[in-house]
Nanobody, 117 residues
Framework: QVQLVESGGGLVQPGGSLRLSCAASGSGFGITAMRWYRQAPGKERELVAGITSGGSTNYADSVKGRFTISRDNAKNTMYLQMNSLKPEDTAVYYC???????????WGQGTQVTVSS
């Protein structure tokens, strides 16, 4: 199975930056697509950004130009560089990965990002 652990969340002022990491561990990864989702209080979970094993990326319109998703396949780690953060970016951010080996999606436990002055 695959375990995902996020890190890098915290409290930041508007206009600031944070870098989230998602590290995969376990066995027989076979991870293809990886994604970041977020869920704000009282709202549904939404897709923030995704990246394929080949490096193709996509972003939600709300974060385009501010967030950058990347991955290091050798380290089985995905990143989300978040710049020019806004209060509306406040949410719990979740890592998601699909494993072709196990034929299912996996989720991390989430990391809190709070943007406030």
């Amino acid at each position: 199975q695959v375990q995902l652990v996020e890190s890098g969340g915290g409290l930041v002022q508007p206009g600031g930056s944070l870098r989230l990491s998602c590290a995969a561990s376990g066995s027989g990864f076979g991870i293809t697509a990886m994604r970041w989702y977020r869920q704000a209080p009282g709202k549904e979970r939404e897709l923030v950004a995704g990246i394929t094993s080949g490096g193709s990326t996509n972003y939600a319109d709300s974060v385009k130009g501010r967030f950058t998703i990347s991955r290091d396949n050798a380290k089985n780690t995905m990143y989300l560089q978040m710049n020019s953060l806004k209060p509306e970016d406040t949410a719990v951010y979740y890592c998601n990965a699909y494993s072709v080996t196990w034929g299912r999606n996996y989720w991390g436990q989430g990391t809190q990002v709070t943007v406030s002055s």
